[in-house]
Nanobody
Framework: QVQLVESGGGLVQAGGSLRLSCAAS????????MGWYRQAPGKQREPVAS???????????NYADSVKGRFTISRDNAKNTVYLQMNSLKPDDTAVYYC?????????WGQGTQVTVSS
C-alpha cells in the first residue's frame, strides 16, 4: 500500500530555514508527480510545490507564487524521498504541510507536519 510520511517540521524564527522530508513507500517517487501542500487554520489546503516524474532524469518543478525564490522541492531517488527546502520563512508560512501523490488517479496524503514561524 502507498504510504507517505512527512518529517522535519518545527518552530523557527522568521528568516530561518527548515527542510521537510517525505519518505514514500508503495510508490516510486522518481516516476510519479510528487507535491507539497499546506493548510493554515481557517484556510483551504493549497498547493505549494510539485516535481514531475521521470525515470531517467530530474523532474520539472512548479511553485506557488507565494514561495517562489524561497522554497525548493527536490527528490532523492535512491532514498525514495522528496524534500522541501524552505528558506527565508515568514509567519504566513505557518501551516501543516502535507506530502501528496496521485498514481493511477488515486490521491494519497501524508499525515502532515507542523511548521510554525514566529515573528
Amino acid at each position: 500500500q502507498v504510504q507517505l510520511v512527512e518529517s522535519g517540521g518545527g518552530l523557527v524564527q522568521a528568516g530561518g530555514s527548515l527542510r521537510l522530508s517525505c519518505a514514500a513507500s508503495g510508490i516510486i517517487v522518481s516516476i510519479n508527480v510528487m507535491g507539497w501542500y499546506r493548510q493554515a487554520p481557517g484556510k483551504q489546503r493549497e498547493p505549494v510545490a510539485s516535481i514531475s516524474g521521470g525515470v531517467a532524469g530530474g523532474g520539472s518543478t512548479n511553485y506557488a507564487d507565494s514561495v517562489k525564490g524561497r522554497f525548493t522541492i527536490s527528490r532523492d531517488n535512491a532514498k525514495n524521498t522528496v524534500y522541501l527546502q524552505m528558506n527565508s520563512l515568514k509567519p504566513d508560512d505557518t501551516a501543516v504541510y502535507y506530502c501528496h501523490t496521485r498514481p493511477l488517479g488515486s490521491d494519497y496524503w501524508g499525515q502532515g507536519t507542523q511548521v510554525t514561524v514566529s515573528s
